[in-house]
């Protein structure tokens, strides 16, 4: 994206927020987050039976499925969730960096490597746009991800209820 605002910023493409926006938005991984809830959900969901090829054997190994069937569900569906939650953290730290330089009035960046770190004060108009795209596409995000890091918590405990009755 280039504006006029743009042609005197001296911030490598690579490294201006608006940039890094559009790269998060478009990844595999951190598109998830920007598409309707049902793919969303979908998505985790995957997550969550694919570790269960690693959560599935050590909770077998902990209670034997044909002994302990309960524990066993509950001890690798923890497991698995737990990835799960993982998962959910790398994405919200992802979304929440990026929001944090386009809400920024100076963003910091490097010309040619680590040891020549520089800053540039936004001109208003890029200042607004870019707290624009906070607010209308990345908080939305950020929310959704709250949101289910508070499912999760919700589960966790309700399972830990659960097992205590055991």
């Known amino acids: 994206m280039r504006d006029a ?3 005197t910023c001296p911030v490598p493409l690579e490294q201006q927020p608006i940039n890094e926006y559009e790269q998060l938005k478009e990844s595999w991984f951190f598109g ?3 598409q309707g809830w049902l793919v969303y959900l979908r998505k985790l969901a995957w997550v969550w039976g694919i570790s269960w090829f690693v959560t599935g054997p050590v909770s077998a190994a902990s209670f034997p499925p044909g002994k302990y069937p309960v524990p066993f569900f509950l001890g690798g569906a923890a497991g698995a969730m737990f990835f799960v939650a ?4 790398r994405l919200y730290l992802g ?3 990026v929001s ?3 809400q920024s009035a100076t963003i910091t960046y490097e010309e040619s490597g680590w040891y020549d770190g520089q ?3 936004k001109t208003s108009e890029i200042l607004t746009r870019d707290q624009l795209i906070v607010s209308y596409q990345i908080q939305p995000i950020l929310k959704r991800l709250q949101q289910s890091f508070l499912a999760i918590a919700i589960w966790f405990l309700g399972t830990a209820i659960l097992w205590y009755f055991l």
Do not use: F, N, P, Q
């Open 5 to 7: 605002g743009l042609s």
């Open 32 to 34: 998830w987050t920007a």
């Open 86 to 89: 993982l998962v959910l953290l």
């Open 95 to 97: 979304w929440k960096y």
């Open 100 to 102: 944090d330089r386009l």
């Open 119 to 121: 800053s540039w004060t």
